[in-house]
């Protein structure tokens, strides 16, 4: 690692503006609509491009591809990809592995100007990544909007962080010596990101390795590889070296295992379902012939994520707070709200007030604005989610949705569950799709219960304009990250670092003045004087 250059740092972090989160773009302003329908229809023109791997600096094809598509229109390519072999992704981590004493002697200032012009990169070319977005992962103009700031996000936070780690921490001096501490980086890590957040928590994930020191082996999910692949010819544009970042795209089970288990992997980060995520923790535990370390696996799996109405809430705000939360982006979020606990004193008026705004709910492609829900990422996706509705059918009342909604697309119903057991599957079991259970509780007390009855602890949210119940929703409503009087989802990075407890992860807090410690590791240097 360069010689740390502490003051070099602290001037740049100096001379930056305090970090701000990207605004968002009211799509009510003529020119932000005029924009964002030209970026769609210059996006759509490049629909259906192959696109290479990148490895050893270099562009490379496979001998199979496979395709990505619009889930809005599964009949329209997105893009072409190479579905690479496990050969072809031992190489890229060979490779990764042989620049690593290469980048991390790059002085982390200079890392982080990378970083800065990258998050430029994005800003100027916002809405023709929200475009990608919305053909690629079916997501709504305000969701691919919020996606794509959340990602500018990144670039801006995880760069004036890193500036924080850079030259040697401050220790207390033991008497008859010079004592510091540094942070440097791991070594070779492999990026898992998912579908649902295409941009932003690949963006996040990728940086925060590059930018600690790291080289990355990046796999992004097979449904939204061309995003991926944009966004690796970003960094490159911003002056990182390609062989810093190697691009592999295939099959999860094919290349993802290999690399998991291989004894140069460093570290893994994931983010993705409790079963994958348990699978890579395990995989990663057990050591490999040749392998000198333990492997350190950041994962984000996932929730079964409640919102708590009290009798003392705003009716009218819980609404739409549970509302947004269980059907934004087609309940297709970590975060999402899928259990509403709300008090017996005001659960039919509840409901009765929730039902009026779901049936006003549209339905649609994601590039048409009018549509409030776009399609699910994939027919299996869609299968699984009606395969719950059915369960649903069995364990509660439907009061709405049910099924598919009209269209080519992968398009469903918003749909509600009422009176539904703590016991019943739709209210333990992770649906990822516009399922909500709604289940009445006695009083407070029998809702933090409720709420906590759950092998999951990433999102919470409760309304009450009672300040001791939301003490005590502080203190025993166990999420990693909770809200009060406003949605469980939406964390904004700075405020709300992201991650949560139990089976949702390694609470590792994306976004947050700790995340950039999950790829660094301490060095302690004493030097005895005279």
């Given at each position: 690692?360069?010689?740390?250059?502490?003051?070099?740092?602290?001037?740049?972090?100096?001379?930056?503006?305090?970090?701000?989160?990207?605004?968002?773009?009211?799509?009510?302003?003529?020119?932000?609509?005029?924009?964002?329908?030209?970026?769609?229809?210059?996006?759509?023109?490049?629909?259906?491009?192959?696109?290479?791997?990148?490895?050893?600096?270099?562009?490379?094809?496979?001998?199979?591809?496979?395709?990505?598509?619009?889930?809005?229109?599964?009949?329209?390519?997105?893009?072409?990809?190479?579905?690479?072999?496990?050969?072809?992704?031992?190489?890229?981590?060979?490779?990764?592995?042989?620049?690593?004493?290469?980048?991390?002697?790059?002085p982390a200032e200079e890392r982080v100007?990378?970083?800065?012009?990258?998050?430029?990169?994005?800003?100027?070319?916002?809405?023709?990544?929200?475009?990608?977005?919305?053909?690629?992962?079916?997501?709504?103009?305000?969701?691919?909007?919020?996606?794509?700031?959340?990602?500018?996000?990144?670039?801006?936070?995880?760069?004036?962080?890193?500036?924080?780690?850079?030259?040697?921490?401050?220790?207390?001096?033991?008497?008859?010596?010079?004592?510091?501490?540094?942070?440097?980086?791991?070594?070779?890590?492999?990026?898992?990101?998912?579908?649902?957040?295409?941009?932003?928590?690949?963006?996040?994930?990728?940086?925060?390795?590059?930018?600690?020191?790291?080289?990355?082996?990046?796999?992004?999910?097979?449904?939204?590889?061309?995003?991926?692949?944009?966004?690796?010819?970003?960094?490159?544009?911003?002056?990182?070296?390609?062989?810093?970042?190697?691009?592999?795209?295939?099959?999860?089970?094919?290349?993802?295992?290999?690399?998991?288990?291989?004894?140069?992997?460093?570290?893994?980060?994931?983010?993705?379902?409790?079963?994958?995520?348990?699978?890579?923790?395990?995989?990663?535990?057990?050591?490999?012939?040749?392998?000198?370390?333990?492997?350190?696996?950041?994962?984000?799996?996932?929730?079964?994520?409640?919102?708590?109405?009290?009798?003392?809430?705003?009716?009218?705000?819980?609404?739409?707070?549970?509302?947004?939360?269980?059907?934004?982006?087609?309940?297709?979020?970590?975060?999402?709200?899928?259990?509403?606990?709300?008090?017996?004193t005001l659960y039919e008026e509840f409901?009765?007030?929730?039902?009026?705004?779901?049936?006003?709910?549209?339905?649609?492609?994601?590039?048409?604005?009018?549509?409030?829900?776009?399609?699910?990422?994939?027919?299996?996706?869609?299968?699984?989610?009606?395969?719950?509705?059915?369960?649903?059918?069995?364990?509660?009342?439907?009061?709405?949705?049910?099924?598919?909604?009209?269209?080519?697309?992968?398009?469903?119903?918003?749909?509600?569950?009422?009176?539904?057991?703590?016991?019943?599957?739709?209210?333990?079991?992770?649906?990822?799709?516009?399922?909500?259970?709604?289940?009445?509780?006695?009083?407070?007390?029998?809702?933090?219960?409720?709420?906590?009855?759950?092998?999951?602890?990433?999102?919470?949210?409760?309304?009450?304009?009672n300040r001791e119940k939301l003490a005590?929703?502080?203190?025993?409503?166990?999420?990693?990250?909770?809200?009060?009087?406003?949605?469980?989802?939406?964390?904004?990075?700075?405020?709300?670092?992201?991650?949560?407890?139990?089976?949702?992860?390694?609470?590792?807090?994306?976004?947050?003045?700790?995340?950039?410690?999950?790829?660094?590791?301490?060095?302690?240097?004493?030097?005895?004087?005279?």
């Open positions: 690692m360069a010689e740390p250059t502490l003051a070099a740092s602290n001037a740049l972090l100096k001379a930056l503006p305090e970090f701000r989160n990207e605004p968002w773009a009211d799509f009510s302003v003529e020119d932000n609509r005029r924009a964002m329908t030209e970026a769609l229809a210059a996006v759509r023109a490049q629909l259906g491009r192959e696109y290479e791997l990148l490895i050893a600096g270099r562009r490379r094809k496979a001998a199979r591809q496979f395709i990505s598509i619009n889930p809005s229109r599964p009949s329209e390519v997105v893009g072409v990809h190479q579905r690479a072999g496990e050969a072809l992704a031992v190489e890229a981590l060979e490779a990764a592995t042989a620049f690593f004493p290469v980048w991390k002697k790059v100007r990378m970083l800065l012009r990258a998050g430029e990169l994005l800003r100027r070319r916002k809405f023709e990544f929200e475009a990608w977005e919305v053909f690629e992962a079916g997501k709504t103009w305000p969701e691919a909007d919020a996606d794509v700031s959340e990602a500018i996000d990144f670039c801006e936070y995880y760069a004036r962080q890193m500036l924080r780690f850079a030259g040697p921490i401050p220790v207390p001096q033991f008497p008859g010596e010079r004592d510091e501490l540094r942070y440097i980086p791991l070594g070779v890590g492999l990026i898992i990101p998912p579908w649902n957040f295409p941009l932003a928590i690949l963006v996040g994930m990728t940086t925060s390795a590059l930018v600690a020191g790291n080289t990355v082996v990046l796999k992004p999910s097979s449904d939204t590889p061309t995003i991926g692949a944009l966004f690796v010819d970003v960094l490159l544009e911003a002056g990182f070296p390609p062989e810093a970042i190697q691009f592999v795209t295939g099959s999860g089970a094919e290349v993802g295992d290999r690399l998991v288990v291989h004894p140069k992997t460093r570290f893994i980060s994931f983010t993705g379902s409790k079963e994958v995520g348990l699978r890579i923790n395990e995989l990663a535990a057990k050591p490999q012939p040749g392998q000198i370390w333990i492997k350190r696996v950041v994962a984000e799996m996932g929730g079964k994520d409640a919102i708590i109405v009290d009798s003392e809430a705003d009716l009218d705000a819980a609404v739409q707070g549970v509302l947004v939360s269980a059907y934004g982006f087609q309940g297709q979020k970590c975060s999402a709200c899928s259990r509403a606990i709300v008090d017996q409901l009765e007030r929730f039902l009026a705004k779901v049936r006003a709910i549209t339905v649609g492609p994601a590039d048409d604005p009018n549509n409030y829900m776009g399609p699910v990422i994939n027919e299996r996706a869609m299968q699984s989610i009606l395969g719950y509705i059915e369960i649903g059918k069995q364990e509660g009342r439907l009061l709405a949705g049910g099924g598919r909604a009209p269209g080519e697309g992968y398009f469903l119903e918003p749909t509600v569950f009422a009176d539904v057991s703590p016991r019943a599957r739709i209210f333990q079991e992770e649906i990822f799709g516009p399922v909500l259970a709604v289940t009445p509780a006695r009083d407070f007390d029998h809702a933090l219960e409720l709420a906590n009855d759950s092998e999951y602890g990433l999102t919470g949210s409760v309304y009450s304009r005590r929703a502080a203190e025993e409503f166990h999420v990693g990250n909770l809200y009060f009087n406003r949605k469980c989802t939406g964390a904004m990075v700075g405020s709300h670092p992201f991650g949560g407890f139990n089976m949702s992860g390694t609470d590792s807090k994306a976004g947050g003045p700790d995340y950039l410690l999950q790829f660094l590791q301490a060095k302690s240097i004493g030097e005895k004087l005279g």
